[in-house]
DNA sequence: CTGAAAGCGCTTACAG
DNA sequence: CTGAAAGCGCTTACAG
């Protein structure tokens, strides 16, 4: 663990040079000085040092990834992706799991900087004041999978009409009175704006939004289990659906109506959120807003890296993208027209 | 994104020793100078930089984890827990989500090497030559989280135990013609331990094991579901019980059985291996073999910073440990006690 | 309590 | 094609 570049240049008997040269491959070297260095590499088992070399290039091949919650499957299949696509591409990835609230994001934001990463994914939707100043100031490349509502280079989908669709697709079965499991209103897209097109929706059908059938999660199973099972205990026949802001909330909710000896989508029909492989774990399978999980993280590394190189070249052109995807309303068992007059029956 | 701790003693009026050393608390400072120190470093939004530390000290504050499937919830909740009890002790995680093989391992453990990180967390379990050497000769602190059969500091459960606990509780319930869905061999505790312990197991119970109803896998929802199709085909009627060697696989077996209009646990009896959040959101919940996520991830966690703290000390003693945790058999819906005449009922 | 200077392990103009 | 030397941004004996 001691042996240097210094020590490889004594024991092939050339300069520090001319071994930093055979790493790089950065000039024509004769073939018999790169013989010489190899051998010694192998010799010594050399392993040149990335810190040194970042110090030196101001540049360290690491990405911050800044994840809610890895353990949400459809945030676990994005980092994958992301993971896979940045490593062909030479980068590794520096991964904070943030469980709790926004102080972390900032404390590992900077943590990031310090660390000199070349470029920041932020999936983390809330913002609180340190986290707006850190993002306003820094000179870091960053993307962000959420639209903060700041100059910054995102990749998303459309919420709002993401919400209005799964919305206005259990209104056009037939269903009247919608429950919604939502998320955190702090969370701008998949909590304010996935509510708001639920909202919308409702009220371009002439539909009265009933507040008492909106409860906030967090996007977990068991959350969605808990409000599904309030929903059904305090507003029990005042809804025939209901649209949740993750699947795993809905799978949640359709494990809480059979609990309750209740069907899906007999009794109750239930749309999720994301496409997560959960949607196809339960039964009957959800019907879901699809979101495109590796068109979201290709087009996340790749508008990263084009700011990093870009920034390389010039370093003032920031330029900001928004790139915003297709969702896709994906049809299963989990949601059926409504029928007013439907005898309950066994099948 | 260019102010350097020259610029701050500067600023300050003082020295880069000052600077550094109110940067560190590392000895005693007149309150004056710390306070223009400080004054200085807001002013000017100074972020020092860790490379030139690290390089400094020759410490990271990086460990790195090769995990071979983020996705995986078992092992997302695992990297979700030591993330957290590492970051709380002021490490970062390097992660490397390794879906393909090993060759993609060695490629990782040497860039965690000329990354200098403090230690590295292997969760992969299959070894190969090279892998075999890296492993024989790093001198960075390790842990994994199986048993290579090398003299490797582990962290572990006895997976051939485990595997001898599930298949005797399916025989303890009157099951004989016990179907396994088993990992990948190579795989040398989850593949094979668990494996071996099912086979042990049918042995001492003077079961004889019938090749034809053990299928393997890789761990993944659509392995179960593939194979258990393939043993409903195949091998129909010639079993009553099977254990799986993931719960993801297990659930997926759970679903393939009920697509098959047949019953959990009615007309099949299903065990499966984790205790992750899968288990509890199939209908029926599944029995399973739950590993101690938060111990295992607690103790990997404590275990690799004291090596690194021994290295630290005195650089030679390298202190191998093996920590063997307990397993649990957890007793959910998905098992019932086989009944030779029963009649089948539709309840 | 404070500072000047050497050095961590590399890369890269510059000179030959 | 090859090498001597400066420098990347810090820390840390050493001296005062």
Redesign the pocket.
């Known amino acids: 663990m001691?042996v240097?570049?210094?020590d490889v240049a004594r024991a092939a008997?050339?300069?520090?040079?001319?071994?930093?040269?055979v790493?790089?491959k950065?000039?024509?070297?004769?073939e018999?000085?790169?013989k010489k260095v190899l051998r010694a590499i192998e010799d010594l088992n050399?392993?040149?040092?990335l810190?040194?070399?970042s110090?030196?290039?101001?540049k360290t091949y690491l990405i911050g990834v800044i994840i809610p919650d890895i353990t949400s499957n459809f945030q676990a299949m994005i980092l994958s992706r992301i993971e896979e696509i940045a490593g062909r591409r030479g980068y590794n990835l520096l991964v904070s799991n943030i469980v709790e609230d926004t102080e972390k994001v900032v404390k590992y934001l900077n943590i990031y900087q310090e660390m000199r990463v070349d470029g920041i994914v932020l999936m983390h939707e809330k913002l609180n004041r340190d986290i707006g100043l850190f993002l306003d100031k820094t000179q870091i490349p960053l993307v962000v999978h959420a639209d903060l509502g700041m100059n910054l280079s995102t990749v998303i989908i459309d919420d709002f009409k993401a919400g209005y669709d799964a919305t206005s697709y259990l209104i056009s079965q037939g269903h009247r009175r919608i429950a919604m499991i939502a998320g955190d209103k702090r969370d701008l897209c998949a909590g304010l704006k996935r509510l708001e097109g639920y909202t919308v929706a409702c009220m371009d059908h002439g539909i009265e939004v009933n507040e008492a059938l909106i409860r906030y999660g967090d996007y977990k199973l068991s959350s969605g289990y808990r409000l599904m099972s309030e929903l059904l205990r305090e507003s029990r026949g005042e809804f025939t659906a209901v649209f949740a802001a993750s699947d795993d909330m809905a799978a949640g909710a359709v494990n809480c109506i059979h609990d309750h000896q209740l069907h899906v989508p007999g009794d109750l029909s239930v749309i999720g959120f994301d496409g997560s492989q959960i949607a196809d774990i339960v039964r009957p399978k959800l019907t879901t807003i699809k979101q495109p999980v590796d068109r979201i993280s290709e087009c996340t590394v790749d508008l990263l890296l084009e700011i990093i190189e870009a920034n390389e070249q010039s370093s003032s052109t920031h330029t900001m993208r928004t790139i915003v995807l297709e969702h896709e309303l994906v049809e299963q068992g989990s949601c059926r027209a409504y029928e007013p007059r439907r005898v309950p029956s066994k099948d």
Do not use: Q
């Open positions: 001691g240097k570049i210094k008997g050339v300069s520090v040079t001319s071994v930093s040269r790493l790089n950065s000039e024509h070297i004769s018999k000085l790169e050399y392993s040149p040092s810190i040194a070399k110090l030196k290039r101001n």
